[in-house]
């Protein structure tokens, strides 16, 4: 029987061939091989399904940092038909039950540190802790496990970086289409160690976790990032690629990196990362970064490669293999070469649909993504913004990646925000948020003046504040309704 790429199908595929392998080595219960994974996946659905009834069409939600637990119950979901939805760990109770009930949930399995959030849930949604988890599975009942007519399919939820996040459902390609775009680009080894510091609830950790396990490869969790510790599992286990979230390789240069280094590819998506930040890296770590643009519903859109990103550290890079990537006008037309418009994307990644909440627009087979970019004349996609956020000032639109980059090149400053504000004349104005580095001193008119010498007056923020860092979500992103509070 075949099960198309999905993340219970591979794990089926390696268990099957290669049980006694490790698939994952986890911050507290050390090696879980393949065939270990797959039986406690086996066993928490067999005892789900006797202790709470779960069906095939129910829907598990999963409030989870990066374990071998979460996988566990991600799998055990999809093997008993029902469909896992990851949910974001940082959505507030509020947040949390809004999700529960758009998404119809019939239990949550989370971690003891969420016990409280998960209090918000509607009456009804039966709550599982890990710690319950983990006693089901050693104290399953012996059976066989028939496998379902289908295979649960994991929901992703977006960000909700524009609102509430929306449940993706996605597709179980036929062939391997994803893992042939990723490695296209990636020198990534079958059995490699990876390590996966991107949360497993997001697409692109998850993401990653399937690709790791289509390659065989023993998996590296440590459940929350943090920066020294995570050099040191990397050192620890010799890991060859790291999968995270652009802000997280900020953190890795505040420690010293592994001596020796063990990683060779050190894979980032999620939101956009600076050029400068790119460049530091590389200059710290090697050659050694990628640079993914994509959403959780294209998955992947475009790759920079290393040396992409040396020519061009702003760059997303190339759509891969199998990806069209086209920038459309405002009536459809294809932009030239340097001109900035609408990003569409068409893959066999794309996501079935939303479970929930209304849909993007899709164009010729090619899916809105919402953001705005252009391609060089060499190829190279550069993304510079979401549609949503561009300012229009006085009549000119401003982009705010575009004076972000620019106040981002000086030495003072560690990260930056530039969003709009209502402003009476000029309909919106830019006010920038910066964050300095330790010991370091700038003034707001120092800033003005700095942004006036390069780019046009609407492009110069009118409001300028210090702050000691910026609010993100757990990709990183800006959060942006967060930015008044820290005035
Ligand atoms: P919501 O749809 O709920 O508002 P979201 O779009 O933030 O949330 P995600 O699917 O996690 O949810 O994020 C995808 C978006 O992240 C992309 O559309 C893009 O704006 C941004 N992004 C991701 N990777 C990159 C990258 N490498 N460079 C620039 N932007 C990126």
Known sequence: RRWGFSLSGELR????????????????????TYGQLLGNAERLARALRGTTGVRAGDRIGLLCRNHAGMVEAMVAGTLLGADPVLINTGLSPAQLATVA???RLRILVHDTEFAEKALALPPGVERITEERAAELVATAPPGELRPPEQDGRTIVLTSGTTGTPKGARRRTPSG????????????????????ISAPLFHTWGYAALQVSFALRATVVLQRRFEPAGCVALAAQHRVRGLFAVPVMVQRLLEVPPPRPNPLRIVAVSGSALPGGLATRFMDVYGDVLYNLYGSTEVSWASIATPRDLRAAPHTAGRPPHGTRLAILGPAGERMPPGHVGRIFVGNDMLFEGYTSGAGKESHDGLFATGDLGQVDHDGLVFVVGR?????????????PSEVENLLADLPQVREVAVIGVPDREYGQRLAAYLALHQGEALDADAVREYVRRYRARYCIPRDVYFVPYLP??????VVVRELPRFR
């Open 13 to 32: 595929q390696a268990a099957a061939r290669d049980p006694e392998r490790v698939a994952i080595i986890d911050e507290r219960r050390g090696e879980v």
């Open 387 to 399: 549609e949503d956020d561009m300012i229009i000032s006085g009549g000119e639109n401003v982009f």
């Open 101 to 103: 009930e758009e998404q």
């Open 176 to 195: 391997f289409g994803p893992l042939v775009s990723i490695i296209h680009r990636i020198p990534l080894h079958a059995r490699d160690r990876i390590m």
């Open 472 to 477: 993100r979500n757990a990709t990183g992103k």
